[in-house]
């Protein structure tokens, strides 16, 4: 067993009505001025402000709006929330909506509690604190309401960087999965699979490390959970239980319980992230149009492990001496089961066709203009992101 750090602090309260529940939450932090922030037209739409705004009122507790988070959510936005949030004197902050919304959220929290432009925190500083977020989740798939981490598109140059800490936490998370009903076939699929590659990112670990059988099992049975899951609600999209797996798939597959942050690998979103900066594609979408490139690419480090994943995830039976046959064989049935659920298995599936200047471009930003390597299960340069890029194409 490996050394590991554990941290899940945020409160869950999952299930049918419990955003009305919202006012009381939000009380017991102390709240007295809530900074709702949330997306698009549909929170509105569905009646869903309505009902937190109400629940608030009845805590008598005050609170102002923003809207308008759209996918990699923009740093333009973040830090129209500082201002606003500056302005109204707010003490906490809502998040009604996914991944993007929360992480929206986190930022302007650290905008609101720490001197200096946010920026510096999503290029290396170290935030010393962050307002209090609560959240009432509509999205299963990037599991920031029970995560560290935020995600950010800074507009000057299209740059999409994360920043982590555990000042981020999310205080509670409201998680009521009939919130998912509505959500369109193309989201479901692509969070689905954001689910999945969270605990494959895991799943991967640096070298000499050796991963837990529990954690191992964990993992592997999530992911075969939300791959049963995301079929049904792709079919009936008003499946209570099937989306009640997959929104507690989600939350878990990113709260390190399917393994420890920095033992894995994460090069898939290094990969993904220049890619969601450059074409604005949806996040799920480009990691499974990047997966099967990078799994072939890095295979050949430790077959066993991969073989391992499709035996206990795909039923391929197991053959001493054949595990990088195995491995090949699993790799494939990934990319199958992206494709039975609508998602690309290449970046031209999304008519993106990348050119040789993209795809240099592309990899120097991912390598931070030349400075840095990716990957825990195999450590790739700039010239190994290039070939992935390429082979991905």
């Not at 402000?49 to 959510?73: F, M, R, T």
């Not at 450059?278 to 050949?300: C, E, K, N, Q, T």
């Not at 340069?381 to 992935?388: G, P």
Request: aromatic share 10%; hydrophobic share 40%; proline share 4%.
């Amino acid at each position: 067993m490996e050394f590991f750090q554990y941290l899940a602090p945020t409160k869950v309260i999952f299930g049918r009505g419990t955003e009305a529940r919202v006012g009381e939450l939000c009380k017991e932090q102390g709240a007295k001025k809530v900074l709702i922030h949330y997306g698009g037209h549909s929170a509105k739409k569905s009646g869903l402000l309505d009902k937190i705004c109400a629940s608030l009122d009845a805590a008598c507790i005050s609170h102002v709006e923003l809207g308008g988070v759209v996918p990699n959510p923009r740093l333009s936005k973040v830090y129209e929330g500082i201002e606003l949030g500056k302005k109204e004197g707010v003490d906490f902050i809502l998040a009604v909506g996914g991944g993007s919304v929360i992480d929206s959220a986190k930022a302007i929290g650290y905008g609101l509690t720490n001197d200096g432009d946010v920026w510096d925190y999503y290029t290396g500083k170290t935030p010393a604190a962050c307002l209090p977020i609560g959240t009432v989740l509509t999205i299963a798939a990037a599991g920031s309401e029970m995560s560290n981490a935020s995600i950010i598109t800074n507009e000057n140059g299209w740059l999409k960087r994360g920043a982590y800490s555990p000042y981020a936490y999310c205080k509670f998370a409201v998680m009521n999965p009939e919130l998912t009903y509505t959500l369109p076939a193309y989201q479901t699929a692509s969070g689905c699979t954001d689910i999945i590659v969270h605990s494959l990112e895991r799943f991967f670990v640096k070298p000499n490390v050796k991963q837990l059988n529990l954690t191992d099992g964990i993992a592997e049975t999530l992911i075969k959970n939300v791959m049963r899951n995301v079929k049904i609600a792709l079919k009936n999209p008003s499946d209570y239980d099937a989306r009640a797996e997959i929104m507690w798939s989600g939350t878990l597959s990113h709260n390190d319980i399917t393994g420890d942050r920095t033992l894995g690998d994460w090069a898939c979103h290094q990969l993904e992230h220049e890619l969601g900066g450059m074409f604005d594609i949806a996040h799920g979408a480009g990691l499974a149009a990047v997966w099967g490139s990078w799994a072939r690419y890095v295979m050949p480090v430790n077959p066993a492990r991969f073989a391992q994943l499709a035996v206990n995830v795909f039923g391929i039976p197991y053959t001493a001496g054949a595990e990088e046959k195995i491995a090949l064989e699993g790799i494939e049935a990934m990319e199958a089961f992206f494709k039975s659920i609508g998602m690309p298995t290449k970046i031209s599936d999304m008519d993106i066709h990348l050119t040789d200047e993209q795809i240099k471009e592309l990899a120097y930003k991912c390598s931070f203009n030349n400075t840095r390597t990716i990957g825990g299960f195999k450590a790739l340069d700039i010239n190994d992101m290039e070939a992935i890029y390429r082979m991905a194409k």
